[in-house]
């Protein structure tokens, strides 16, 4: 077979035929992926990109001209460059090529984007559970033009006033488990008739005569609303805010779906850019095995992947935390070595995955996993030592900080864990539960910080509470509790 | 399967309306950085963009996050010789954020959110800033130079203008007009001619034949093209204001002249050269200070150099009479600002006075004078004020102002302009 291009010239006819070839090989690893959209944009397009975080339409609101004026200038100034792509987790699959990208870079793009991620997104079980790909482009349509009816209607001041209190909030506008779908009459109704047969059932006339209890129940127990604990602020208050308008609360169901959307991206992110950039790379190698690009194309090809795959030391100018596509593409890689070759210590570690196919593996990984029990799960101690993997710990009691655990023997297990707890999400985002709605009393609505291991919130924290406010209509405060015990002062926002 | 688009012609500018509403929200924030850039600014570079520094912490949107404090541990990659028990001194500050494995990369410590402004965002805010939104518009001041400029067309001229499609057009339509009754009337002869053969009455048809010949010669002699058909391209002269200006800057730098009023001089300087800038393409500075002498210098040494020694206004006011004599005599809009304490003995305010009314307001556009008083002596007004006072009353191209802080000058500027703007 012959080249399919020389040069760094790219046209669209040559951007069809990569695709061709680049299907084709997806087909033979099986990458089960959504039908591809591939459009091309400038790097000023790319900016707009950007600053919607990558969604191709996005209602108006002032933060989004921030983040575009932050993007501009820094790249503007030569201290950040452009990604090459913007893919989209949408049916069809949407990817945004930029138009200086040269051949070599489009065909890595495209491998990258339109079959990596995008058979991520259609495989992976929380993008499964929690976005639509299909619906999310007509909702875009929806909301943008809804926001801008409703700065029509009750102008922008104020729409501008409920969208910034719904952002302060969008990490607490999420589901992380499913709520249970609201049963039907028929259900309702046998619900009770079988509860009424089992009373019957269990009747028994002696237990009249048991002695009143003397206590009061007391009212918390009794009639405290909500009965559990809120996670998901943002729905609360779409749901129970005494005061908000009814295009109020539509606009806080907006934010609260796309954070929604985001929210599987945010948990994935090194599986994702991990299994991306490993189909990347394991479909550009079977392509020059193919001989269908040239010395020039791989040379410029793995330049930009050594670039994307880098993993600064923690000492270095460089570093800004861990690189997910390093991490990730190094979790696939090796999980598929342990596959193919693996040696004494993999089959001691992962007996059940040592010599069996890797495609299998990959593909179960792939779908049932999320960045936290991916690691606990795959990481393999030869990994930890390639990546000089320690973990340190930093405790209020202590002056200095102490190196808990390093890549040995006594260290893996312990490294892996903390790893993986690193990309949980209860690290990233403070659990604050809604606890307390007095319906009868004041209306106030009662917050509860869980405090875990003394770590306190921010100076923003206040901020937040009056924003929530704005949004609830009557006082609101927070509370932050530890172990059953109650910390510090009550930040609180009166009515 | 796959679909290729093609965006590149959708164009630009999808996150324009949203940089538009964060100029918008945070207002207030970016007139201070546009107030104070302009304190560090030379003269000529203020009408340039810029860029705009915003506390970050102004503009920055809230959530619920961990702060400093409390037990964690995180992992990092790139170990050397740390093994477990090692003790590692607290980094501290800054430092300390880029630990944390994924908060390190969100862990910008930079204090301040920079941004460019384009030239005009910045005259925007500027003149906002001001109040004075009309200003530049209005029309100001009489013109010399004309300019020629197409009218339509004409009936009469030279062959070199002749407008040879408009000529055209013109032809047609006469032809139209002339030939239209007469094909109307061949018509109804054919019809009738036909009727004629039809009866078998041969006489009629050949007077009907005959008729038809003539009214065939008549259409053929209309002319293609006749006189009163050609059109040529007409121009006319039309006033065009000058696009020049020269701004003469006079400035009193004798003792009593402090580095404060220095600096509420250059901004009344600057601020007349930005509204001279928006009017005119090109604008001249010429800086003359005085003592008890005038020269003419550059503007660092005008805004910084120090010079001490006793004051004769008339001086500055003869040396710019003399420069606009020299350079500026015809084809240029002169203005004239003169900055001073107003502290003049003797003889001089009165000569002064009389110089400028006789001399130098004749041949300027408008000329101001902002008297710079320490603010306890505000109520006081010099022996310069008292004669300017009846210069001003006289003229109409003169004014004048007293301003003792920083808040009044733009005050003061808008009240020296608000007599052209009515």
Redesign the interface.
Same mark, same amino acid.
């Given at each position: 077979m012959t080249a399919i291009s020389h040069g760094a010239d790219w046209d669209f006819a040559l951007l069809e035929r990569y695709d061709d070839a680049i299907a084709e090989i997806a087909g033979e690893y099986g990458l089960d992926t959504y039908p591809n959209q591939i459009e091309v944009i400038t790097s000023e397009q790319m900016l707009d990109a950007y600053a919607s975080s990558g969604l191709p339409i996005g209602y108006p609101h002032w933060s989004y001209g921030k983040e575009f004026i932050r993007n501009e200038q820094a790249y503007r100034r030569g201290m950040q460059g452009l990604a090459y792509e913007i893919v989209i987790n949408s049916d069809p699959c949407i990817a945004y090529l930029m138009e200086e990208n040269t051949m070599a870079t489009q065909a890595l793009v495209i491998a990258h984007a339109s079959y990596g991620h995008n058979s991520f997104f259609k495989g992976n079980h929380l993008f499964r559970q929690w976005t639509s790909a299909d619906a999310i482009l007509d909702y875009l349509v929806f909301a943008r033009r809804y926001v801008m009816q409703c700065e029509e209607r009750h102008g922008s001041a104020a729409v501008e006033e409920v969208l910034d209190a719904c952002h302060a909030l969008m990490p607490h506008g999420v589901d992380r488990y499913r709520r249970p779908a609201a049963p039907t009459l028929k259900v309702e109704a046998a619900r009770l008739a079988e509860r009424e047969a089992h009373r019957e059932r269990h009747f028994n006339d002696l237990w009249r005569t048991l002695p009143e209890n003397a206590t009061e129940p007391t009212r918390a127990s009794a009639g405290g609303f909500p009965a559990e604990p809120q996670e998901n602020i943002l729905y609360f208050v779409e749901k129970y805010s005494p005061k908000l308008e009814p295009w109020e609360r539509e606009l806080v169901r907006i934010v609260r779906k796309l954070a929604q959307y985001f929210y599987p991206q945010a948990q994935t992110k090194v599986m994702n850019e991990g299994w991306a950039t490993f189909w990347h790379y394991t479909i550009i190698n079977r392509l020059q095995q193919k001989g269908l690009v040239d010395d020039g194309f791989m040379l410029e090809f793995l330049k930009n992947h050594t670039n994307v795959v880098a993993q600064p030391s923690f000492e270095s100018q460089a570093y800004s935390g861990l690189n997910p596509y390093a991490l990730g593409f190094a979790l696939f890689s090796d999980l598929k070595r342990i596959c193919e070759n693996p040696d004494a210590e993999d089959r001691e570690w992962f007996p059940n995955l040592a010599g069996s196919d890797w495609r299998v593996t990959l593909d179960f990984a792939m779908r049932n996993f999320k960045d936290e029990s991916f690691i606990a799960q795959y990481m393999s101690p030869r990994l930890m030592r390639e990546f000089h993997l320690f973990a340190v710990a930093d405790h209020t009691s202590e002056d200095e900080l102490l190196v808990d655990s390093i890549h040995d023997e006594r260290g893996y297990r312990r490294v892996r864990k903390l790893l993986a707890q690193q990309h949980a999400q209860e690290i990233r985002v403070p659990d604050v539960q809604v606890v307390r709605f007095d319906r009868d009393g004041d209306r106030s609505l009662t917050l509860r910080h869980l405090r875990r291991r003394g770590r306190p919130l921010t100076e923003a924290t206040a901020e937040v509470v009056a924003h929530l406010r704005r949004l609830w209509g009557f006082a609101v405060r927070l509370e932050t509790w530890e172990n059953d015990v109650r910390y510090g002062d009550v930040v609180e926002c009166p009515a | 399967?796959?679909?290729?688009?093609?965006?590149?012609p959708?164009g630009?500018?999808?996150?324009a309306?949203?940089?538009? !509403?964060?100029?918008?929200?945070y207002k207030a924030q970016i007139q201070g950085a546009v107030k104070k850039m302009i304190g560090d600014r030379r003269l000529a570079d203020m009408e340039q963009g810029g860029e705009v520094r915003v506390p970050r912490k102004d $503009?920055?949107?809230?959530?619920?996050?961990?702060?400093?404090?409390?037990? !964690?541990?995180?992992?990092?990659?790139?170990?050397?010789e740390?093994?477990?028990?090692? !003790? $590692?001194?607290?980094p501290d500050g800054s430092a300390n954020a880029?630990?944390?494995?994924?908060?390190?990369?969100s862990g910008d410590s930079e204090d301040a959110?920079?941004?460019?402004l384009s030239r005009e965002e910045f005259m925007q805010i500027f003149f906002d800033d001001l109040e004075l939104p009309n200003l530049a518009r209005t029309s100001f001041g009489r013109t010399e130079l004309r300019k020629s400029v197409r009218a339509g067309f004409a009936k009469s001229g030279v062959p070199a203008n002749l407008a040879v499609v408009r000529t055209l057009k013109q032809s047609l339509a006469r032809r139209l007009a002339l030939g239209g009754g007469l094909k109307r009337e061949m018509q109804e002869l054919d019809a009738a001619f036909a009727l004629a053969v039809a009866t078998g009455s041969a006489g009629e048809a050949a007077t009907i034949r005959e008729e038809l010949a003539r009214l065939e010669r008549r259409l053929g002699v209309l002319p293609f093209i006749d006189e009163p058909d050609l059109r040529y391209r007409n121009r006319v002269l039309r006033p065009e204001p000058i696009a020049r200006a020269a701004m003469f800057c006079l400035m009193d730098v004798s003792a009593s002249m402090d580095e404060e009023k220095k600096d509420l001089a250059k901004r009344f300087f600057t601020l007349l050269y930005l509204f001279l800038t928006r009017k005119y393409t090109e604008v001249e500075l010429v800086f003359i200070r005085h003592t008890d002498d005038a020269e003419e210098v550059d503007e660092k040494r005008f805004f910084h150099d120090i010079r001490s020694g006793g004051t004769v206004v008339l001086s500055a006011l003869e040396l710019a009479d003399k420069i606009r004599a020299e350079r500026y005599a015809s084809g240029w809009n002169v203005y004239a600002a003169q900055a001073s304490d107003g502290d003049a003995f003797g003889a001089d305010p009165a000569r002064s006075a009389r110089f400028l009314r006789e001399r130098l307001l004749p041949a300027t556009r408008y000329y101001t004078y902002l008297e710079l008083a320490a603010p306890s002596m505000q109520e006081r007004a010099s022996t310069l004020w008292a004669e300017y006072e009846r210069v001003a009353d006289a003229t109409t191209n003169f004014a004048m102002r007293r301003a003792s802080e920083r808040e009044q000058i733009y005050p003061v500027f808008r009240g020296l302009f608000r007599k052209e703007t009515q």
């Open positions: - | 399967m796959l679909q290729l688009i093609d965006r590149r959708n630009r500018g999808k996150s309306v949203n940089r538009e !509403r964060f100029l918008r929200r $503009i920055a949107e809230p959530s619920f996050g961990f702060g400093r404090g409390g037990d !964690r541990e995180f992992v990092l990659p790139g170990n050397r740390y093994v477990a028990g090692d !003790r $590692i001194p607290r880029r630990g944390a494995g994924n908060e390190g990369g959110f920079v941004f460019s």
